[in-house]
């Protein structure tokens, strides 16, 4: 390996180590590990309303109704009673439109 190449080599790989953590912290954050399944039915193009245009505490409503058996639902009852209250929260700020 010549002088050159060894030092581009060094750059392109500085370059790479310093935006891992910004690009990491993005795509693998705990909030949006827990949301992703929701996607699968809830998109755009799918048979379910979209969550994303909905506030966020009307989300954590539905989800907390669910998981406490008072709101009738087939999937959505299963689903919910799958993470605690405070992961639904954490759920629902992730989704849903954020308020002021
Ligand atoms: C396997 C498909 C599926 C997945 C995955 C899924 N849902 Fe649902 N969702 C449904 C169905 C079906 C309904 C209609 C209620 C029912 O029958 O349970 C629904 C309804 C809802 C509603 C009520 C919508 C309204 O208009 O009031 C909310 C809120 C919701 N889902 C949030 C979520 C969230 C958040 C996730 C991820 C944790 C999620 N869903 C994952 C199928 C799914």
């Known amino acids: 390996m010549n002088g050159q190449l060894?030092?581009?080599s060094a750059t392109v790989l500085l370059v790479c180590?310093?935006?891992l953590p910004a690009k990491a912290d993005n795509l693998f954050s705990?909030?949006?590990?827990?949301?992703?399944?929701?996607?699968?039915?809830?998109?755009?193009?799918?048979l379910l309303p979209?969550?994303?245009s909905?506030?966020?505490?009307?989300?954590r409503?539905?989800?907390l109704d669910f998981r406490a058996g008072t709101r009738d639902g087939t999937l959505m009852t299963r689903i919910a009673r799958g993470y605690t209250p405070a992961e639904l929260e954490?759920?629902?700020?992730?989704?849903?439109?954020p308020e002021q």
Do not use: K, V
């Not at 909905?54 to 989300?59: H, N, Q």
């Open 6 to 8: 060894a030092r581009t």
């Open 17 to 19: 180590a310093t935006s």
């Open 30 to 46: 705990a909030d949006r590990a827990l949301a992703a399944p929701c996607s699968g039915c809830h998109s755009r193009e799918g």
């Open 50 to 52: 979209p969550l994303a």
């Open 54 to 59: 909905r506030p966020a505490s009307e989300l």
């Open 61 to 63: 409503q539905a989800l």
């Open 90 to 97: 954490r759920i629902a700020r992730q989704l849903g439109r």
